[in-house]
């Protein structure tokens, strides 16, 4: 049994307000303005790859991966992940990325990209991508834009082109078959 205080579960339609009000304290309100936002607007985020890590009724930390397509190909987008400034550097976001990560392996996901801090999505064996070859809408640092490959060969090799989202009420879109302007 493990010995930690907190649990992770699938978040819940009523947890909503609560990991809103995380990503708001844990981001500001600039987080509207990054590249990763324009691919959520208007698009939810992906059924049953939203985690929370709890501790009874109180949520302690988030995850949650948006659908994209890059060219043709499907992905996720990680994020946001965030975790109560008081209760950092306890493993909680490590934790719930590795959760997440094997249940979108499990579920067939090929790929997860996401735009952050390298030395510490490296924990979870995301890596820097080759600059230009996937490209966020809007102004990103290269440096920034990570990815990881859930297949048996190494999909970050092959990943190429514009990040964007997919069609969501189109069956065969919402698998990066076709993508939104
Ligand atoms: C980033 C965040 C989710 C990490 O959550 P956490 O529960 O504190 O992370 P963990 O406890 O699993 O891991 C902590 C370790 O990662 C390191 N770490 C945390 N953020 C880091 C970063 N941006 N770059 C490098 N290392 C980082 C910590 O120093 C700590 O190192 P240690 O184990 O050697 O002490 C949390 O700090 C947070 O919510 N930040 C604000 C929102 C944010 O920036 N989200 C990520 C977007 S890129």
């Not at 010995?3 to 304290?25: K, T």
């Not at 109180?58 to 987008?77: K, N, Q, Y």
């Not at 590795?98 to 579920?107: L, N």
Request: proline share 9%; net charge positive.
């Amino acid at each position: 049994m493990s010995d930690q205080p907190w649990q992770i579960r699938p978040e819940r339609a009523n947890d909503a307000p609560r990991v809103e009000h995380l990503n708001a304290i844990s981001f500001g309100p600039g987080r509207y303005a990054k590249s990763a936002y324009r691919l959520r607007e208007g698009v939810d985020p992906v059924p049953g790859l939203s985690f929370v890590a709890v501790d009874g009724e109180d949520i302690l930390g988030s995850i949650r991966f948006w659908p994209v397509a890059i060219g043709m190909e499907r992905s996720l987008l990680l994020g946001p992940l965030a975790v109560k400034p008081e209760l950092r550097s306890r493993g909680i976001g490590i934790a719930l990325m590795k959760h997440a990560v094997e249940t979108a392996r499990a579920e067939g996901y090929p790929s997860i990209i996401l735009i952050g801090d390298e030395p510490y999505y490296v924990r979870v064996g995301f890596a820097r991508l080759a600059p230009g070859r996937v490209r966020f809408p809007g102004p990103v640092d290269q440096a920034r834009v990570l990815g990881l490959s859930l297949a048996q060969h190494n999909v970050m090799l092959t990943l190429k082109g514009e990040v964007r989202r997919p069609h969501v009420d189109h069956p065969v879109c919402a698998c990066g078959a076709d993508v939104a302007r």
